[in-house]
T-cell receptor, first 114, second 115 residues
Framework: GAGVSQTPSNKVTEKGKYVELRCDPI?????LYWYRQSLGQGPEFLIY????????DSGLPNDRFFAVRPEGSVSTLKIQRTERGDSAVYLC????????????FGQGTRLTVV | AQKITQTQPGMFVQEKEAVTLDCTYD???????LFWYKQPSSGEMIFLIY??????QNATEGRYSLNFQKARKSANLVISASQLGDSAMYFC????????????FGTGTRLTIIP
């Protein structure tokens, strides 16, 4: 499809385990964002990539969270030693890199830590 | 730091009526962008409308219009002739100036259209 694709759509993991969440942006989009949405809240910014580099990772809550985008396209959000408080919907968005264009969002990955 | 406030956690509106969803923002930047997104139960964030801080005209997109009052720092979304399919969460968001286009979101308003 032509939209932002996120896999898996749902992930259940045990406390303490490692998880990877994948985002496939729209082809040609240089900017990629990760957001986290807790129940009843708006999305909160985690990290922003421009090309391969993380231009802003100020939203990552702690060093258990890490994201990469090695070839400037697909991105992976990695969470180590998961905690129950990490349970949320993780949203990925991309845009062409132009300041006046909207971000296009994927449908998110619902992460549940039990 | 930027902040978005949406004071209406939930709204019920009769089908075919117009509805206004409130959004106020706080920023010290002169250049910024304001967005509205719709989030149906499927979870995807759907872009509705954009207003740049220097735009003199209120933005319109079909049945959506943005009532932008810069001095009051408000950017209310107006939906005309509401439809059952408009039932969803609606989020107001602000984008920082050039160099980092991350969005700051409000807490959202759940809109329910009554047949």
């Amino acid at each position: 499809g032509a939209g932002v694709s996120q896999t898996p759509s749902n992930k259940v993991t045990e406390k303490g385990k490692y998880v990877e969440l994948r985002c496939d942006p729209i082809s040609g989009h240089t900017a990629l964002y990760w957001y986290r949405q807790s129940l009843g809240q708006g999305p909160e910014f985690l990290i922003y990539f421009q090309g391969t580099g993380a231009a802003d990772d100020s939203g990552l809550p702690n060093d258990r969270f890490f994201a990469v985008r090695p070839e400037g396209s697909v991105s992976t959000l990695k969470i180590q030693r998961t905690e129950r408080g990490d349970s949320a919907v993780y949203l990925c968005a991309s845009n062409p890199g132009n300041a006046d264009t909207e971000a296009f969002f994927g449908q998110g990955t619902r992460l549940t830590v039990v | 730091a930027q902040k978005i406030t949406q004071t209406q956690p939930g709204m019920f509106v009769q089908e075919k009526e117009a509805v206004t969803l409130d959004c106020t923002y706080d920023t010290s930047d002169q250049s910024y962008g304001l967005f509205w997104y719709k989030q149906p139960s499927s979870g995807e964030m759907i872009f509705l409308i954009y207003q740049g801080s220097y735009d003199e005209q209120n933005a319109t997109e079909g049945r959506y219009s943005l009532n932008f009052q810069k001095a009051r720092k408000s950017a209310n979304l107006v939906i005309s002739a509401s439809q059952l399919g408009d039932s969803a969460m609606y989020f107001c968001a602000m984008r920082e100036p050039f160099g980092n286009e991350k969005l700051t979101f409000g807490t959202g308003t759940r809109l329910t259209i009554i047949p």
